[in-house]
């Protein structure tokens, strides 16, 4: 079985520059090779994500875009990651399941890396601009990396990502404000209460309930079930990327000294399901000492990392 290594934007902008020859780059030559023979041996996969399609094509300089695109599509062979909320319904069910004392149904860690273009976007794309048929044709040819790269290069207008950008940036100054209220009014404990409502009422119990009807579970017998607040958070968190997801939000808003950055939400929402069902992540430090320090690594068993060199010595 292929060992799955998530790399953040940073960590494969780092390895990009050891690809190039640039000088700074020179100290990852080493784990570059070394994952260059096995993804070649298919003993590692290093899938892509939305995010990383997204924040290569933020790149305003063409040249730069292009040859990070050209590398993170050729070494990723064209692996993606599924969005989080693309194994919402199958994390459900599966905590459905443990409730009710049975075994979970889904292995997701085989659900959430595949190969293609609609399996890093999450999303089954409209025939007219990319059909099934037409992928598995460049998968034939060898050319589905090159149709990767670009996309990354020029799929998304310059137009669109200055307006991404500065919805981020308004976005970010209406969220300060909401962080900022809650932590002179709320505990700890509150505020993780509160994320785990917000996210419940706005997005999972629908889906939830849903779900129950699907199995044949007349939802009220269910929800009646829950003894209290623990009951009902030990039920949100057996959903891993709700676990990640939930509790990173509510550890980087407690978090005075951090002022919230544009590219947070997209860090959280990929280590979310990177975190549980990769078997080694490197991120930056922030993430990395939050997700360490409450536990996450040793709970999904995965190795986190903030230094790409010490990949070297795990994928010998």
Known sequence: MSKIIYLDQNKWIDIARAFYGREDG???????????????LGDIIVPISAVHIIETARNGHKDRRERLANFIAELSKSYGILPYISVRQQEIENSILLKLGKTPKHNIG???INR???????????KNVFSADYEKFLIKVNQLEKFVATMMIDFISRELVNELKQEDIDSIVDYEKSRQLKNEELSKEMRLRVAIMEMAYDRLFPVIIEQLKKMGIDPKPFADSFKDIEDWKGFFFSMPTMDIWINLHVLRDSDKGKAVHRNDTNDMAFLSIAVPYCDIVVTEKYWAHHLISNGYDKKYNTTILTDLTELTD???
């Open 110 to 112: 085989e659900i959430a």
């Open 314 to 316: 795990l994928i010998k």
């Open 26 to 40: 020179e100290k990852y030559h080493p784990v570059l090779e070394k994952l260059q023979e096995k993804v070649n």
């Open 116 to 126: 293609g273009v609609a399996h890093m976007l999450g999303m089954e794309l409209p």
